[in-house]
Structure formats: structure tokens, C-alpha cells
């Protein structure tokens, strides 16, 4: 895997006040970027089938800035409510707002990362960076420029003429996080993006994200299995209970300084504590579901 460039060490406890790569201040912001109200998904809702509640009275606000993390048990709608976001999914009830506006459709100010790559075989790395600009008429010429720009800045430089089949599943993924990216979206939907990984790519891929990030600290919704990736990466942590008809539990801020590096911030005390108290609420909710899977009592 290619080895991710770092400007300089730097301490998980020291916050710099706006020098490259650190965590410029947030702007005031009134309007969430993106909003649940009472949120309600259903399935087969169609005449002569049953209807399956997978998600019900959701209500989240994300704020401009904010970096929130999703966890909960497998199969509690923990994507549906990206899906809803995003305008793939339209609710039985309730609703969903991007910086205000209404979801009605696909929601032009999302990007949307999610855990299997959807790089086409047939083009290089650069090629399909620059893919994502077509939509928007950016010359050819222009596009592969930036295009170039973007793997540069996830540390693939050297590997723009390289096909999906020639890349490690860590290297695929950075050329994925790049055509998110290079559209600017202001709100990124991220659906286990590291889910396949090795722990140590993990890690790696978790930093990069973070030092991107940084840069303008767009609005993130992230889903993950991984409770101790959601508390090392996010502002805040929501817990979903076990399905169906799936809620939010629980919301935990999580107050650890920034900037962050995944392996150095798991050291921290205070990181273990907010690890025993989410852990506290995700518990049961895992327990709930692996004994429905198993066929015991709810």
C-alpha cells in the first residue's frame, strides 16, 4: 500500500489555531446542514405485502461542520437513513432536509462514499477521478488535471495510469474518496467506506479522511460497525436500536481534542471512558438482534 506523506508529526493534545493541515475554527451556523424530522422507512408497503418498518420518528440534525458518526446493531437502518438523505430513499413519514431545502430527489450537495468502490475496470485511476466532473461539462483536459490534483493529495501520485485490478483495496479506495471529492460536495454521506480494510489501512484511511477534512470541515454522516473508528473520527456519536422499526437511543459528544491521529487518540483515557459509555447504550441494542437472528426472544 503506498505509504500516506505527513507534513510533520504532530500531538493529538496541541491545537494550533489555523496553520496548514490543523482544524480551522468552525463558522457560526444556524441552519443543520442536514435534518431528520421523525424520519419513517417502510418496505413492501405495496397491496398484498407486509409492511416492514426499518426505520421509525428519526430525528437527527447535523450540524455544518459536524462530523456525527452512526453505530448500531447489523440491520438496523443505519444506511437507510443515508439512503433518505441522499434522496435515494423516500420516507413513509416524515422528511429529510440538505442546508434547508426538502429532500425530494437526489441531493445534488452530497457525495456519497460507500463500502464497495464503484471504479470502472476499463479506466485508469486518473480517468476515473476525472469522470465525476463530466456531468458538470468540465473540458477533458481540465478534468484530468484535477483529477491528478486530487490523487496527489491522497498520497497516489505516482499511480494515476494504474487500473482498479493494479491497485490495493486501500489505494482503490483512495482513488474513490478522490472522485467523491473532486465534485466539492458540502455534505458527504460515508456508508462503511473502510469496511473491507485491514485494520492498519484502517487506520491509515481514517487519518487521511481527517486531514482532508480538516481543510473545510464539511458536514459528514459516517456509518460504521466500528465503534472505536466512529468515537476516533466523529464530533458526535448516535446509537440506533436493534430493528425493525429502528430509533436513535442515544447521542454522545465526543470531547476530544483535534486534530487527531486514529492510533494516538485510542491511547487517550478520556477515549476509553466515551468507549464504556457508548458501549453501555450499544450493548443491549446488539444483544436484541443477534437474539431475534438466532430465534429467542426479543
Not at 166 to 174: A, D, H, T
Request: hydrophobic share 45%; glycine share 8%.
Amino acid at each position: 500500500m503506498q505509504a500516506r506523506l505527513r507534513a510533520a508529526p504532530r500531538s493529538a493534545n496541541v491545537r494550533p489555531l489555523a496553520s496548514p493541515g490543523t482544524m480551522p475554527s468552525a463558522p457560526a451556523t444556524t441552519e443543520p446542514a442536514v435534518r431528520l424530522e421523525r424520519a419513517t422507512v417502510a418496505f413492501g408497503a405495496g397491496a398484498g405485502a407486509a409492511r416492514y418498518v426499518a426505520v421509525e420518528g428519526a430525528d437527527l440534525a447535523v450540524g455544518a461542520n459536524e462530523f456525527v458518526a452512526i453505530v448500531g446493531p447489523t440491520g438496523c437502518g443505519k444506511s437507510t437513513l443515508l439512503n433518505v438523505v441522499a434522496g435515494l430513499l423516500k420516507p413513509a413519514a416524515g422528511a429529510a432536509f440538505v442546508q434547508g431545502a426538502r429532500v425530494e430527489g437526489v441531493s445534488a450537495p452530497c457525495g456519497y462514499l460507500f463500502q464497495q468502490d464503484a471504479l470502472m475496470p476499463w479506466k485508469t485511476a486518473r480517468d476515473n477521478v476525472a469522470v465525476a466532473l463530466e456531468p458538470r461539462g468540465v473540458p477533458r483536459g481540465e478534468a484530468l488535471q484535477r483529477a491528478q490534483a486530487w490523487l496527489t493529495k491522497v498520497g497516489l501520485a505516482a499511480f494515476g495510469d494504474r487500473y482498479p485490478h493494479q491497485l490495493s483495496g486501500g489505494q482503490r479506495k483512495r482513488v474513490a474518496l478522490a472522485q467523491m471529492l473532486i465534485r466539492d460536495p458540502k455534505i458527504l454521506l460515508m456508508d462503511e467506506p473502510f469496511g473491507p480494510l485491514d485494520a492498519q489501512t484502517r487506520a491509515l484511511m481514517g487519518d487521511l479522511l481527517l486531514d482532508l477534512w480538516s481543510a473545510d470541515r464539511k458536514a459528514v454522516l459516517f456509518v460504521t460497525h466500528d465503534l472505536e473508528e466512529a468515537i476516533a473520527l466523529a464530533d458526535r456519536v448516535v446509537v440506533m436500536s436493534a430493528g425493525p422499526a429502528a430509533r436513535i437511543v442515544a447521542q454522545h459528544t465526543i470531547d476530544l481534542p483535534r486534530p487527531r491521529e486514529i492510533n494516538e487518540i485510542r491511547l487517550d483515557p478520556k477515549f476509553h471512558a466515551l468507549q464504556r459509555a457508548i458501549w453501555n447504550d450499544l450493548r443491549e441494542e446488539v444483544l436484541k438482534t443477534y437474539q431475534a437472528q438466532a430465534g429467542g426472544p426479543a
